[in-house]
């Protein structure tokens, strides 16, 4: 599983990519997380409003911190 | 950073303070400003302005439904609609520098397109809330709503401009995603969220008005009972979180920023000499905005920081034209937004973008010194 988190750097994309280290690590899932800060890359998933939260190349979340339940959620259904 | 770059930073540091001449008058008086406009920023604008300002955008950022704007900026959307909502969400959707980068880059590339994504991007940083909401305590509020009215009409025109100009543009962008968010927006009316938002502003509003003291204390009283009332009964604890969280991360961007920035007003009014104020951009003259509005492209201001930088250059004779200019230039505008700007529109895109802003930004300038 890849886990891609698009965002230009704020305090909110920080803040997503530690929530889903944690939810991973509490799954105990293995997965690669990576980050896209170039606007063109994250224009490019469709996404207006950052933080967004792709996996597998598919987007799952834009537009705000999601919760960490939402989080485990999402990697849940992706699986 | 280097180990070398280190000590040479240290040395330069010690060597200036070395053969500073610590005690020459002019250095103690720039210090003594600097502090004592501080003074007046803290005695009378802290509570009063900025406060409840990071309160309101905080609640903007977390409790105002953002998805159903955004979707009004979608490829599909009659321009008719999309000009002017593109014009106003700036203030809605982007309270921090770094939303507004993607957006636009979302509405230029998958959007509506160039003319709304070129007014969204103008008024980003424009149409601040905490930045008009500090204008009109520090400036007076014909200052702040001219400031807000001559943003959004120029937003409009120069992204109308913009896609005459280059009306290939929207064609490439038709196939592709647009995705609104997925969030999904917080279940609250839009009339609680509304009331929400006004008693927050009327705190800040009344605190601002010359009245009775008591008269004033009871309202703002009974004004943040009513807003914690919403807070308590009608949120959900975790939105509230997220409020105060919101709120507390700008503040910790802005503020620091802000009190260089007015330490640097301060030494500006000992350091300046009057005479080149009141030379070059004293008389609201086409010359004097068109300087005004080079300067306000390049100079780079942090947030807000604007605010006292042009008051204390007012004070020094700068008329009311050129500093309405230099209000519109030097938000939107400077080095380094250019630079992405470069990067992402391209040299003629950007290039036109730039020199209309300017253009308009000066005319603007110019006619509110001549009506007003």
């Known amino acids: 599983m890849t886990i891609t988190v698009l965002g230009p750097g704020c305090t909110n994309c920080r803040t997503l990519e530690r929530r889903t280290l944690d939810v991973l690590a509490q799954m105990n899932v293995q997965a690669a997380v990576e980050k896209v800060t170039d606007l063109d890359g994250i224009a490019a998933y469709g996404v207006m409003r950052t933080p967004g939260l792709v996996i597998d190349g598919k987007l799952v979340w834009q537009g705000g911190v999601p919760s960490v339940e939402k989080i485990r959620e999402l990697i849940t259904a992706s699986r | 950073m280097k180990e070398w770059v280190k000590f040479a930073l240290l040395a330069a540091a010690f060597a200036a303070l070395y053969a500073a001449p610590i005690d020459a008058p002019i250095v103690v008086s720039s210090i003594a ?5 501080l003074q007046e920023y803290a005695r009378l604008h802290v509570l009063t302005c900025l406060v409840p300002a990071f309160f309101i955008a905080g609640t903007i950022a977390v409790y105002v439904k953002k998805e159903a704007i955004v979707r009004l900026l979608g490829p599909t959307t009659a321009k008719r609609i999309a000009y002017p909502v593109a014009s106003v969400s700036g203030g809605i ?13 979302g509405i230029y590339r998958r959007g509506a397109g160039i003319g709304p994504a070129v007014a969204f991007l103008f008024t980003g940083p424009a149409v601040n809330v905490t930045a008009i909401l500090l204008t009109g305590s520090v400036l007076g509020w014909d200052f702040a ?6 943003a959004m009409v120029i937003a409009v025109l120069a992204g109308l ?13 038709a196939d592709g995603s647009f995705a609104a968010g997925m969030g999904g927006d917080l279940p609250y009316a839009n009339s609680t969220v509304a009331t929400f938002f006004l008693l927050q502003l009327g705190v800040l509003v009344v605190f601002g008005m010359s009245m009775d003291p008591l008269l004033k204390a009871v309202l703002v009283v009974a004004m943040i009972v009513a807003a914690l009332g919403i807070v308590f009964l009608k949120f959900r604890k975790e939105h509230n979180l997220e409020w105060v969280r919101e709120t507390w991360d700008l503040t910790k961007k802005i503020l620091p920023y802000l009190f260089v920035g007015v330490f640097i ?29 080079t300067f306000g492209a390049f100079m780079y201001f942090a947030t807000l920081t604007e605010v006292p930088i042009i008051h204390k250059l007012m004070g020094l004779g700068m008329g009311r034209g050129p500093a309405l ?8 505008l400077s ?13 003629r895109q950007a290039a036109t973008y730039i020199l209309s802003i300017m253009v308009l930004s000066a005319a603007a300038g110019w006619l509110f010194g001549e009506l007003l």
């Open chain 2, 265 to 293: 007003a301060g030494i500006i009014e000992v350091v300046v000499p009057e005479e080149v104020v009141t030379g070059l951009v004293g008389e609201n003259t086409i010359l004097a905005n068109a300087i005004a509005s």
């Open chain 2, 33 to 37: 400003a600097g502090l004592g406009l």
């Open chain 2, 145 to 150: 709503v001219g400031r807000l009215v001559a």
């Open chain 2, 161 to 173: 401009l913009m896609a005459s100009l280059f009306r290939g543009h929207d064609k490439k962008n």
């Open chain 2, 325 to 332: 200019t230099l209000f519109l230039t030097g938000n939107a």
């Open chain 2, 335 to 347: 080095l380094p937004s250019m630079i992405v700007l470069f990067r992402i529109m391209g040299t």
């Open chain 2, 93 to 105: 959707l982007a309270v921090c520098s770094c939303t507004i980068l993607p957006l636009f880059t």
